[in-house]
């Protein structure tokens, strides 16, 4: 496509600004439909913009020239700006940091363009109508073709290979995606309004699957298997199932939709998340895998959607993202390896139940200024940060979970009001078990809060008006307890708490300016052995046993050093048998 060498010219950049330049700077035609004027065969290679046509109304066309930078990519390739008519037809745009611009412009045309070697974008239409692109082939490391704040433009028949996302359609309208191979991160929709995902997408591939936009759909039921991106928008009652979403931006968008189920897709090395649901009711995505990508499963704007079923693993952002929702629920799901098990901030009315988030990077669970918010049976565990953190919260219940051998507290609270923690497992952590700060009227009731490296539960400062009672406390480092807020009640007149250095008379002094006491105290005994962090055995370790079963002598010592080399128990503790094993509890007194 790029014009041949001996017929070009070289040229300074070129700026005309009105129809009227056309004319002075001697370009040939006269700017009518059968005979516009014409730049053409011109090689301009300089640092910054090429060619610059602005407020102009005359037919023109640019063609056949080679446009680059002589070092790193710099400059733009051509910008039009506020102009009608214009052509742009077999040029080769190269090394710039944008090839082709089209700004407030319309009926524009961009044919059969090679633009490359770009580190911005390759094509982008801003605030115009009625402009083509097609034909052209786009390649570089940022994103490909760009439309924004547009409206009624064609994109067809393009190969665009890009690192980047591929195609993005960002508050446009009536747009027309048709037949374009796309290679890298895909296609991304974004806006505020409808209008702004209701477009035409047919006949286009992502890396070599077919591209799935379905739009206004009822009472679907949809095989999905063969995409490689999928887009549900304004689709109701609708069933879609199976696909491998690979390498794009976001593996399945679902748009302003309402009872839908997105069901078994499969998804790895995606840039923003696996999946998206965004301004819809009643979605449920069951059954998905996100592997590697930015978030796994995010749910943002919408009302009552499930998660379920579901495994996020080693995203390099949030495994499952809840924002600006109210009653989302998260079920029998796994996020492991990522940058935060599961985050919610704005969402009401969340439940999360029987999940694990383990091996995270940061916090297993984070829960920022929601309300109303359940987790329940379910396990934050061995994550570099806290177990579960609330901050800002109203009215939340932890109930029947574990939150051990995580690198922060199992439970931290901070800015909190009305919450409550229940039956809950908190051992093993490096910081404190429970530690709250500037928290009020919250209840820490029925738990286990053993061998943690700080404080078992610790009040900071400005926690007032919260009952600690009938837990279970012992062998934590610094000390079992501390109490530095104020109004504090560490029993609840009848009942008071378990401690293993309780000494069997009269009431437990907390630690802390507060000055607590436990009225009514009970002793703790005895002291449970030490848990361990379960560690997953490669399944090809146990197969090899089998087969050397007759030689397993040595075998087995490599096989126990390996164990011994791989176990995260924080070391040697002496304990005496028949305490807890399990959920069993101990003995109490």
Same mark, same amino acid.
């Given at each position: ?289 996100? &592997?590697?990508? =930015? %978030? $796994?499963?995010? +749910?943002? !704007? /919408? #009302? ?7 495994? @996020? *693993? &080693?995203?390099? =952002? %949030? $495994?499952?993202? +809840?924002? !600006? /929702? #109210? ?7 796994? @996020? *492991? ?7 919610? +901030? ?244």
């Amino acid at each position: 496509m790029r014009p041949s060498v001996d017929v070009l010219y070289e040229h300074d950049p070129i700026l005309v600004q009105g129809d009227g330049d056309f004319i002075v700077q001697h370009w040939s035609g006269s700017g009518t439909p059968s005979d516009p004027f014409v730049i053409d065969r011109l090689n301009i290679t300089v640092p910054g913009t090429c060619i610059v046509i602005k407020h102009t109304r005359a037919h023109f066309v640019i063609r056949c020239c080679y446009l680059a930078s002589p070092d790193g990519p710099s400059g733009k390739g051509i910008v039009l700006e506020d102009v009608r008519n214009a052509r742009i037809e077999g040029n080769r745009v190269v090394n710039k940091s944008q090839g082709i611009v089209v700004k407030s412009s319309v009926g524009c045309t961009v044919r059969e363009d090679y633009v490359g070697g770009y580190d911005s974008t390759g094509v982008w239409v801003f605030n115009s109508r009625d402009t083509v692109v097609e034909r052209c082939v786009i390649e570089g490391p940022s994103r490909g073709t760009v439309i924004t704040a547009s409206s009624s433009v064609t994109v067809a028949t393009n190969t665009i290979d890009t690192a980047g996302v591929s195609l993005l359609l960002s508050s446009s309208s009536a747009c027309n995606l048709t037949g374009n191979v796309v290679f890298g991160g895909g296609l991304f929709v974004e806006g505020q309004a409808a209008q702004h995902y209701a477009h035409t997408v047919e006949g286009n591939t992502v890396n070599r699957r077919s591209l799935g936009y379905y739009v206004g759909l009822y009472g679907a039921d949809i095989d999905t298997n063969p995409c490689g991106q999928l887009f549900i928008v304004q689709c109701g009652n609708s069933r879609f199932y199976g696909g491998c979403l690979d390498h794009v931006a976001i593996g399945v968008y679902v748009l302003d939709s309402w009872k839908c189920t997105v069901e078994s897709i499969r998804s790895s090395s995606n840039a923003n998340a696996t999946a998206l649901v965004m301004h819809s009711y009643d979605i449920t995505l069951e059954g998905a895998l996100a &592997n590697r990508s =930015g %978030t $796994g499963f995010e +749910v943002v !704007s /919408s #009302v009552e959607c499930t998660i379920a079923g579901s495994e @996020a *693993l &080693n995203c390099t =952002g %949030t $495994g499952i993202s +809840v924002a !600006s /929702s #109210v009653d989302t629920r998260v079920v029998n799901t796994t @996020a *492991l390896g990522c940058a935060t098990g599961l985050k919610a +901030v704005g969402a009401n009315g969340t439940e999360v139940r029987n999940c694990t988030f383990r091996e995270n990077r940061g916090s297993g669970i984070s829960i920022e200024w929601s309300g109303g918010v359940l987790v329940t049976d379910s396990t934050t565990l061995g994550n570099a940060g806290h177990g579960t953190e609330l901050k800002a919260c109203e009215d939340i219940d932890v109930l029947n979970c574990t939150s051990s051998w995580n690198g922060g507290n199992g439970i931290s609270l901070l800015y909190c009001a009305r919450c409550t923690v229940n039956s809950t497992r908190v051992h093993d952590n490096d910081d404190n078990g429970i530690r709250m700060r500037c928290v009020t009227s919250t209840v820490l009731y029925d738990n286990d809060v053993m061998r943690n490296g700080g404080f078992g539960i610790y009040l900071g400062v400005s926690c007032t008006d919260n009952l600690v009672y009938g837990n279970r406390i012992g062998w934590n480092t610094v000390a079992n307890a501390a109490d530095y807020g104020a109004d504090n009640s560490w029993d609840n007149g009848s009942l008071g708490n378990w401690w293993d250095d309780y000494t069997g008379s009269g009431t437990y002094a907390i630690g802390g300016a507060a000055g607590s006491n436990d009225r009514f105290p009970h002793q703790l005994v005895p002291p449970p052995p030490t848990d361990t962090l379960p560690v997953t055995i490669d399944p090809a370790l146990v197969r090899a046993v089998s087969v050397v079963s007759a030689l397993s002598v040595s075998l087995l010592i490599v096989i126990e050093g390996y164990a011994r080399r791989h176990d995260r128990t924080r070391g040697p503790r002496h304990h005496p048998p028949g305490a807890k094993t399990g959920t069993t509890r101990p003995t109490t007194t």
